[in-house]
């Protein structure tokens, strides 16, 4: 509002957008609004619904991609590190997943993108003719894709532009998390190779990678899938930091945007959809419980 405005003009706003009701009616009529697509942004009058869809499935392919990659490097290193206890590499990885565990991942992007954005590029200007394609090596630091990416390319283009765009923020919210899957993977594994139907199995002349894989694995995860379901929020909430820092057009950057501008409606729909989110990958979680644990049925 003009900073002038008369006490009637707010006066007149405030009943516009319905400002001047009690709270628990400001409520009903939201939630109303919002479920039938009909509340709208304060500042530019867009449906919040329409807003969220635009930038919901970038957020959701940054936080696929974080979650696939922290599982895919945290499961194997946390089993070689559970099977090879108190070994050199053992006490590298614990290093490894306590620096992780107090890195903030804000801070590690910004040292990413200060490395490959910034200073890589200079040190690659600098090097012999030959060695030029090691410019594959600098990434893009802001954005979802390139400036100068024309609007008829292929989706292929695209999809690979936006996956380049997307490396140095998957880095940053994955080792944070990798470091949290090692930990409660790495204990839970080496919990269950000490059961008895454990040593009952190599004592048959199973091989260690039978034991592990097919016998021992499953059973660790059980943990692990908890774990998945806990730390929904907080992945999801690193995303926010991580989308406005690398200038990610996704929700949360919406999010953040919105808290800025105090944008009520549109916070209050990436919360809500922030709680559809986290209620589904719980849903997913006990889902997942009855596939690797043959004891748990769903009747």
Known sequence: MDPNATPADL?????NLGLDKPLPIQYIVWLKNFVTGQSKSFINGKPVLEAIGERLPRTVFLLGLSFLLSL???????????????????????????????TPSFWLGLMLMLFFALTLPQWIANLPPYL???KILCLPSAGVFSDNLSANASLWVKFTDMLRHAILPVLSMSYVSLASWMRYQRSSMLEVIREDYIRTARAK?????VVIYKHALKNALIPVITLFGLSLPSIFEGSFIIEYVFAWAGMGLLGVESVFQRDYP???GIN?????????GNLLADI????????????
């Open 205 to 209: 002349g199973l091989s260690d990678r």
């Open 272 to 280: 809500m959809m922030a709680a559809i989110l986290i209620i589904l």
């Open 266 to 268: 549109v916070i209050m």
């Open 132 to 134: 030029q394609w090691l």
């Open 72 to 102: 895919s490097i945290a499961l194997p290193l946390a089993i070689y590190s559970a099977t090879h206890q108190y070994s050199f590499w053992d006490y590298f990885l614990t290093v490894f997943v306590f620096i992780g565990l107090s």
């Open 11 to 15: 006066a007149r706003i405030r009943h």
């Open 288 to 299: 997942l419980y009855a596939t690797v644990d043959p004891r748990i049925r769903y009747d």
